[in-house]
């Protein structure tokens, strides 16, 4: 029993692979999470606007 406790726990001695595709690092993600991140602060911006100008025409 002690040998099978033993043997959950080892590590496995291939590690996770993964395969990053073109963009998906280095300069290109920063540019695309700058990207993400400048389009998600306009769009914030103008649905914060809109709903600013319908809460004061609800309120006159």
């Given at each position: 029993?002690?040998?099978?406790?033993?043997?959950?726990?080892?590590?496995?001695?291939?590690?996770?692979r993964?395969?990053?595709?073109?963009?998906?690092?280095?300069?290109?993600?920063?540019?695309?999470?700058?990207?993400?991140?400048?389009?998600?602060?306009?769009?914030?911006?103008?649905?914060?606007?809109?709903?600013?100008?319908?809460?004061?025409?609800?309120?006159?």
């Open positions: 029993m002690k040998l099978f406790a033993m043997r959950w726990f080892e590590r496995d001695k291939e590690p996770q993964f395969y990053l595709l073109p963009g998906m690092g280095g300069k290109a993600r920063r540019r695309k999470e700058l990207r993400h991140l400048r389009w998600s602060l306009a769009v914030a911006l103008v649905v914060s606007g809109v709903l600013a100008c319908a809460l004061y025409l609800l309120s006159r």
